[in-house]
Every structure is written in structure tokens, then in C-alpha cells.
T-cell receptor, first 115, second 113 residues
Framework: NAGVMQNPRHLVRRRGQEARLRCSPM?????VYWYRQLPEEGLKFMVY????????ESGMPKERFSAEFPKEGPSILRIQQVVRGDSAAYFCASSQRQGTTYEQYFGPGTRLTVT | DAKTTQPNSMESNEEEPVHLPCNHS???????IHWYRQLPSQGPEYVIH???SNVNNRMASLAIAEDRKSSTLILHRATLRDAAVYYCILRAVRLAGYSTLTFGKGTMLLVSP
């Protein structure tokens, strides 16, 4: 059973460009979470999605960031008009069900560098 | 979410046991205690979780204080591969029925050969 897959692993964008980060959850998992890790800091929750629904986006910046998890295909985290402060590692996690006893499985992350 | 407090770093020698402490004095009755670890340049990895009783799995043991205000993650024989940042996380179910993970700074475990 393949784990959570993220691509690209490394992404370099110039200021003002768009960044698209993809996440394929583990097989059978319908819950996807995105986290951001700034250099030398812990992970911060961004958004929680189920198929075709955003459940909780309380950690997402209000502007330029959006996320989706379509019926078919991977979850996408989209950052428009990137700025240097967006440089970070972005991790996706998936779980089989929601709730406090279900572990989240993390992908290897996408490291975004904005030049 | 209730807060956890962990030491910034700890050191261990290879093949010795390691006890990683976590204080969570404001834990509520329904909060589960989860531990994740993050190896360098990788995503976090689930280690173990518990509610009230001590728990064991193939990776580690979790000892939970009787009053639940603290817990200890125990690695029985540290290996070099165990060098990572260990996060102690309290998970509570929100009103909508789901929970997310709130990561603190964690404890960086250094393992020497």
C-alpha cells in the first residue's frame, strides 16, 4: 500500500508566480490535511478537506491560498502570487476517518522556495 | 487546544533507553495524548497514542500519569535512526466531530554512537 504521495518534492518559484502543490492520499483515505512548516518551526495546520468539501480552513491565510480535493484526482494546494514569506515545507497528511484515535499519515512534503 | 510542554532537546547513547517527558497540566478528560516524530527532511510519523492507560507498540511505550497531567514516551533501545524531533500532541474532538494536530516545538533527540 503506497503511502501519501506529494509532488513536486522541491519547487522554486519567482515572486508573483503561482505554486501548485499536489497530494495523493493513501488508498482508502478520504480525509486530507495540509500543514506548513516554516524554517526552524513546528508544523502549523492550514486546512482539512474531505472529498469535494472544505471542512476547516481556519489555518489558511485569507488571501492567495486555496485548496481543493476533487472527487477524482489529488488534493491541490494553490498559492497565487507567491512572496518570499511563503518559502516553507508544505506537508499533506491523510487519514481513514476523522476523530482523535485515527492517526494521520504524512507525505514527504514539498519544499517551496520563492526567489 | 490544551498546551503541552517539552524539553527543547535531549541526548542519548545508542542502545540505551530514552524517556521523553511531556507536561500537559490543562488536559481535559476527552483529550487523547499522541506522539509523532519527524526525522530530518521528512514528514512527521505517528509513534503512539493513549488516553488513560499505558500503551505499548512496536516502536515505543507511552506511560501516562494517573492524573493525566504528564506523560512519558519511552524508547527502549535508542538507535541512530531514532534521532528526530518528537512531538507530544493533545487531540480533542471539536464540536463538528473531527480533530486536527497542533504541533509545538517538540524535543530534538540526539543519539550518539
Amino acid at each position: 500500500n503506497a503511502g501519501v504521495m506529494q509532488n513536486p518534492r522541491h519547487l522554486v518559484r519567482r515572486r508573483g508566480q503561482e505554486a501548485r502543490l499536489r497530494c495523493s492520499p493513501m488508498k482508502g483515505h478520504s480525509h486530507v490535511y495540509w500543514y506548513r512548516q516554516l524554517p526552524e518551526e513546528g508544523l502549523k495546520f492550514m486546512v482539512y478537506l474531505q472529498k469535494e468539501n472544505i471542512i476547516d480552513e481556519s489555518g489558511m491565510p485569507k488571501e492567495r491560498f486555496s485548496a481543493e480535493f476533487p472527487k477524482e484526482g489529488p488534493s491541490i494546494l494553490r498559492i497565487q502570487q507567491v512572496v518570499r514569506g511563503d518559502s516553507a515545507a508544505y506537508f499533506c497528511a491523510s487519514s481513514q476517518r476523522q476523530g482523535t484515535t485515527y492517526e494521520q499519515y504524512f507525505g514527504p512534503g514539498t519544499r517551496l522556495t520563492v526567489t | 487546544d490544551a498546551k503541552t510542554t517539552q524539553p527543547n532537546s535531549m541526548e542519548s547513547n545508542e542502545e540505551e533507553p530514552v524517556h521523553l517527558p511531556c507536561n500537559h497540566s490543562t488536559i481535559s478528560g476527552t483529550d487523547y495524548i499522541h506522539w509523532y516524530r519527524q526525522l530530518p527532511s521528512q514528514g512527521p510519523e505517528y509513534v503512539i497514542h493513549g488516553l488513560t492507560s499505558n500503551v505499548n507498540n512496536r516502536m515505543a511505550s507511552l506511560a501516562i500519569a494517573e492524573d493525566r497531567k504528564s506523560s512519558t514516551l519511552i524508547l527502549h533501545r535508542a538507535t541512530l535512526r531514532d534521532a528526530a524531533v518528537y512531538y507530544c500532541i493533545l487531540r480533542a474532538v471539536r464540536l463538528a466531530g473531527y480533530s486536527t494536530l497542533t504541533f509545538g516545538k517538540g524535543t530534538m533527540l540526539l543519539v550518539s554512537p
